[in-house]
């Protein structure tokens, strides 16, 4: 007799190929509608599914994985930052945690240099003149940004999106600078012509750009706090493509309305999906470039990461440890 097929529950619309191959391989239950589960919606699949593959727009916490049910042994997330998962709980239930990381970093630089240029040459506020009417032509004074190369750039965090920044950075002409838990090795150092900064504060004041690279953890919440901001140079801009909750957003935004740093650009929030309105009149002000969470939005990325969950899955389903495995240790 052919073995019962587990049952994986998937909490938002993956794109077709990887439904499909999902649905070859597993009992799979889709979330055609992909609007997202309320946290009962979510207690109900996790009571009866095998599998559960959330996004980070599912808060998978310690009451959730309380209901549980016995079947389930594994959260497949689709997506590599995992604070949306209490992993601690998780495995003290016996449930495994996978993601999916490397599939997401090389566009998530690329998004995260696109935003360096976008607040320092304007390009949002430049696009918008032609189609608003607006233009009369060109003018030595008018719409001056600020040139990237010979500028500092600093990066918090020099995992694989790190340094995959500051790969496109140095071709720009940056300086490369970076702090991070724990120094990288001599070998990647030399490669980036990288200098690491064993004091984020100090390497805060020097840098003419910031970025956040690093993944949300109770380690690093608010690590860019209001103290920490305050280091910056009234030249300085912020980039961050990680996650909003690093930066204590509240202080960043009363920063930039004083003028006490220059320019932003954002792709995360504290509380996605409301972003402050006081953020949004920046935007008007043509301080801050904001992007609805599309560092990774590609498609791409997306289908590799549905491979990766693919994988995991039926790793573990096969009895092997799947490949994405995630230990409390690495967080
Ligand atoms: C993903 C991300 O789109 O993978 C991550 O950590 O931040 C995103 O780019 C999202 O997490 C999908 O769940």
Redesign the pocket.
């Known amino acids: 007799m052919a073995k019962k097929k587990p049952l994986v529950i998937v909490t938002r619309k993956l794109p077709d190929v990887v439904e499909t191959r999902m649905c070859e391989l597993f009992d799979t239950r889709l979330n055609e509608t992909d609007k997202p589960m309320t946290q009962s919606e979510l207690a109900d699949a996790l009571r009866v599914a095998d599998v559960l593959v959330p996004?980070?727009t599912d808060r998978i916490d310690a009451g959730l994985i309380a209901q549980a049910g016995e079947s389930l042994r594994l959260i497949a997330?689709?997506?590599?930052?995992v604070d949306n998962i209490d992993v601690t709980a998780a495995l003290r239930r016996g449930i495994t945690v996978t993601n999916?990381p490397g599939v997401?970093t090389e566009d998530?630089a690329d998004m995260t240099m696109a935003l360096i240029l976008a607040v320092s040459r304007r390009l949002v506020e430049g696009a918008a003149v032609i189609p608003g009417g607006e233009w009369e032509g060109w003018s030595p004074t008018w719409m001056l940004g600020r040139r990237i190369t010979g500028k500092r750039l600093g990066i918090v965090g020099m995992g694989r999106i790190g340094q995959a920044l500051a790969r496109r950075a140095a071709a720009f002409g940056l300086s490369i600078h970076y702090h991070n838990r724990r120094r990288v090795s001599p070998a990647i150092e030399e490669s980036l012509s990288a200098t690491y900064w064993e004091s984020l504060d100090q390497m805060l004041a020097r840098m003419d750009i910031v970025s956040v690279n690093c993944p949300h953890t109770p380690a690093t919440y608010h690590l860019l706090s209001a103290r920490r901001l305050k280091y910056l140079r009234p030249t300085a801009i912020v980039v961050n493509t990680a996650r909003g909750e690093i930066i204590d957003e509240n202080a960043l935004t009363r920063m930039l309305e004083a003028g006490e740093i220059s320019g932003a650009g954002l792709d995360v929030f504290e509380h996605e999906p409301a972003v402050s309105p006081k953020l949004v009149k920046l935007v008007r002000a043509g301080k801050v470039t904001l992007l609805p969470?599309m560092?990774?939005?590609t498609v791409e990325g997306r289908i590799d990461m549905g491979e990766k969950v693919i994988i995991n899955v039926k790793t573990f389903m096969d009895g092997h440890r799947p490949p994405d495995r995630v230990l409390p240790s690495m967080l």
Request: zero cysteines.
């Open positions: 996004t980070v997330n689709f997506g590599n930052g999916t997401l998530t969470h560092g990774s939005a």
